[in-house]
Nanobody, 128 residues
Framework: QVQLVESGGGLVQAGGSLRLSCTAS????????MGWLRQGPGKEREFVAA????????YYADSVKGRFIISRDNAKNTVYLQMNSLKPEDTAVYYC?????????????????????WGQGTQVTVSS
């Protein structure tokens, strides 16, 4: 089992940047593919970005492609989400989530139901 803790959220003006971090404990991060998902006010939780355990592949929602970058440092047990050119519609609680790759199933990174463990979330608010 792994515990996930997000940090780095806050209030930023439109056009600004934030970097979110997700630190894992309890089990090595390399056992997991990782994702960031978000839930805006009055909205369902949606996929933002995902990265495979080896960082060979990354995936992005169309709404953030070209603005957000997901990365990971397995030695530090940390996953990052660099968010640039932020827009008011990016306002949401951002969640880090982990998929245990030893399950052997296809990693449906875009689906919240695919993930096994979640952090508590960090609030990102973008003002216009």
């Amino acid at each position: 089992q792994v515990q996930l803790v997000e940090s780095g959220g806050g209030l930023v003006q439109a056009g600004g940047s934030l970097r979110l971090s997700c630190t894992a404990s309890g089990r090595t991060l390399s056992s997991y593919h990782m994702g960031w998902l978000r839930q805006g006010p009055g909205k369902e939780r949606e996929f933002v970005a995902a990265i495979l355990w080896s960082a060979d592949n990354t995936y992005y929602a169309d709404s953030v492609k070209g603005r957000f970058i997901i990365s990971r440092d397995n030695a530090k047990n940390t996953v990052y989400l660099q968010m640039n050119s932020l827009k008011p519609e990016d306002t949401a609680v951002y969640y880090c989530a982990a998929y245990l790759r030893s399950k052997g199933y296809s990693f449906r990174y875009y689906s919240q139901s695919a993930y096994d463990y979640w952090g508590q979330g960090t609030q990102v608010t973008v003002s216009s």
